[in-house]
């Protein structure tokens, strides 16, 4: 795998690879499994995968949880190496932000921004716009990998690349949510999880799935409320949201309807740390 700090290096890297189509990965680091499904989707449909890490400063609204992201390039480079990526870009905060992180560009996300995550985390999206842009016009891939994760996350990303007018060089792949075997999704920040904690944050994923279990006879608003009481008698202390919502544009839905495909969302505290999971409806 070569690694490269610089666009320019980069730009070189990827001239002497010589592959029409290219697979990139945008990734903030503190790898796990989750990110490999990633690059192995990559690696199966494209020639080159190039995956990224930048830890975004733009895109927290709490320097808390920016000063304690978890940084662990260098079990990140082996895991990238064992699973065939062919180049990791590493750019400094000076290479993606030359001109100083005041000077942000602003997205007409309209409600995507103002729904779940963007209601919760304000301008988190507006920097993940700027980010993976910088990101796509040095990388210039032809598919981009992104996790079903962060579902809202997608569908900024989607509508960010149709702002760019992108629309017809880049597809988008959206990878299904790696879990542990508890069914706790994979994350990053999980490494900040006690392995009580762990264990006790795998009940989103038993709250996801009691939703899906019942979406179609149980009331949503009974179901909601059943849902935050399992959230809060595992140790959840802080619930930001449980939503249901359509699957194609994160539009709340209030009661079953068979003619639409939704999707659930939850955002909740264990502890210190914001946790986020989905699962559709199906
Ligand atoms: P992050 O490093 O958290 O910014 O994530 C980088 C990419 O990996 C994003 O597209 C995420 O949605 C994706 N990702 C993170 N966790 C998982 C997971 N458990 N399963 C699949 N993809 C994931």
Known sequence: MIICKTASLLHKTIAFFHKKSIGFVPTMGAL???????INQSKQTTEITVCSIFVNPTQFNDIKDFEKYPITVEKDILLLEYAGCDILFLPSVQE???EGLAIQKKYALD???????????????????????RLLSIVKPTMLFLGQKDYQQCMVITKLIDLMQWKNKLQINI???KRETSGLAMSSRNTRLSEDEKQKAATIYQTLQFIQQNFIT??????????????????????D?????????????????????????IA?????IRLIDNLLLE
Do not use: W
Request: aromatic share 10%; proline share 5%.
């Open 32 to 38: 796990h499994q989750g990110h490999i499904a990633l």
């Open 218 to 239: 149980i009331p949503f608003i009974t179901l909601i409320h059943t849902a935050e009481n399992m959230l809060h008698k595992a140790g959840f202390e802080k619930i």
């Open 241 to 265: 949201y449980i939503s249901i919502c359509r699957a194609d544009n994160l539009m709340p839905i209030k009661k079953y309807d068979s003619n639409i495909k939704m999707v659930v969302l």
């Open 111 to 133: 409600y995507l921004e103002e729904i779940l995550e963007g209601k919760y985390r304000s301008g988190h999206f507006q920097g993940v716009c700027n980010v993976v842009e």
């Open 96 to 98: 993606i932000y030359p």
């Open 175 to 177: 990878v299904p949510t």
């Open 268 to 272: 909740a505290f264990m502890g210190e």
